[in-house]
């Protein structure tokens, strides 16, 4: 395998794990997010609840999309980079604002949304937009596809708890 396809198949099975993660969390966690999307944005509950089924939506196609591969590999790449970069600018505009707000992307958390959130969904953002502008097919399920899916399974939960990770380096840091 050439290193272009490698990357993309790596991304393919990363953000694969990393929307299922996304998907389960807001559906065990739907109160809490719509409670956060309430205060924070001072939207009613109506409305937070139609951004939640937006995002649930959303977050479902893109895994359905790169779960199917083939021809629907560049869509779910495509939508994946596009929300990605919008829910990075919320990021730090809310930052920006010093504005608290709870993450609870991946399901219930007490965490208020950090630079570890940017620095994750930057992440995340490179590798979408990798997969959508590399050309490379998806292929049947090899041997390297099983090495890929097992290398991208603790990348993933690194991913996903990346901002708790950064919160907790940050506090030793400001401890110092």
């Not at 290193?3 to 993660?21: D, P």
């Not at 490179?126 to 390297?144: K, N, Q, R, Y």
Request: aromatic share 12%.
């Amino acid at each position: 395998m050439i290193f272009n396809e490698t990357l993309v198949i790596f991304s393919r099975y990363l953000l694969i794990l990393v929307m299922f993660c996304a998907v389960w969390g807001k559906l065990n966690n739907r109160a809490n997010f719509c409670t956060n999307l309430t205060d924070t944005f001072r939207v009613s509950g109506s409305v937070a609840m139609a951004i939640y089924c937006t995002l649930l939506m959303l977050e479902s196609g893109i895994l359905a999309a790169l779960l199917y591969g083939n021809s629907l590999q560049f869509w779910g790449f495509l939508i994946a980079s596009v929300t990605f970069a919008l829910m990075t600018l919320v990021i730090i505009v809310l930052l920006l604002r010093h504005q608290v707000f709870k993450c609870n992307c991946f399901g219930e958390s007490n965490h208020n949304v950090n630079y570890g959130d940017v620095i994750r969904n930057a992440l995340l953002l490179t590798l979408a937009v990798a997969g959508f502008l590399i050309d490379a097919p998806s292929t049947a399920f090899t041997t390297e596809h099983l090495l890929l899916l097992l290398a991208a399974l603790p990348v993933a939960m690194l991913v996903v708890y990346f901002s708790d990770i950064y919160m907790v380096l940050s506090w030793r840091e400001n401890q110092a």
